[in-house]
Every structure is written in structure tokens, then in C-alpha cells.
């Protein structure tokens, strides 16, 4: 492999997201789904494995996934990005929670 490839493809690569919700209490919380979020959609696997989610963004799974769980006692679910970003702003659509247009 050559080092132009690997720059290829580390650089079109998704980033990893979790989904995690929060129960009543704050500190009451669970994994629910791991992502990928891509340039145009997310993707995103239930951690039973069950549910599959295609989405426009990892914003929108996120609510998705709140909306459907609501009667399970979910008080909010947040995206958690894997690969080190701390962002604390929500995400707009964009891949880093950053810009609209920004990557990485």
C-alpha cells in the first residue's frame, strides 16, 4: 500500500459517533447506537442489533432515536463523536458540529 492511499482513504473516512441517551437522572445513562457519519447521511446500528437507521445526519438519527424511545423512559439522547472532538455545540448537519461546510 502506498502512501497516497492511505491518505485517500483516511481522509474520506466517516467519523465514529455514539448515540447515548439519558434517563431521568443525569448520570443514568446507555449506549443506544454507534454511527458512522458520512458527507451526506449517517448511519447507525442499535447496539442489540436490531435497528438500522439511515439518516441525513447524525443530528437528525439523534433525534430519531429520542423520539422512538421516549416510552422507554429517555429523557434526551446526544451525539458523542469518537474520534477525540469534544464539541458542545449541537450539530447542524455538518460532520464536526463545527460548520455546515467544515471537514476534517
Not at 455514539?18 to 458527507?39: C, M, N, S
Not at 439523534?62 to 429523557?75: C, D, N
Request: proline share 4%; aromatic share 6%; net charge negative.
Amino acid at each position: 500500500m502506498n502512501e497516497s492511499m492511505h491518505e485517500l482513504a483516511a481522509g474520506e473516512a466517516p467519523r465514529l459517533f455514539a448515540i447515548v441517551e439519558e434517563h431521568g437522572d443525569p448520570k443514568d445513562l446507555r449506549v443506544a447506537g454507534y454511527g458512522l457519519a458520512y458527507e451526506d447521511r449517517a448511519e447507525v446500528n442499535s447496539v442489540e442489533g436490531d435497528f438500522h437507521l439511515a439518516s441525513q445526519s447524525p443530528e437528525h438519527a439523534r433525534t430519531l432515536f429520542e423520539i422512538s424511545s421516549r416510552s422507554a423512559g429517555v429523557r434526551r439522547a446526544h451525539v458523542v463523536w469518537l474520534d477525540g472532538t469534544r464539541s458542545t455545540q449541537p450539530d447542524r448537519g455538518g460532520l464536526d458540529g463545527r460548520s455546515e461546510g467544515a471537514k476534517r
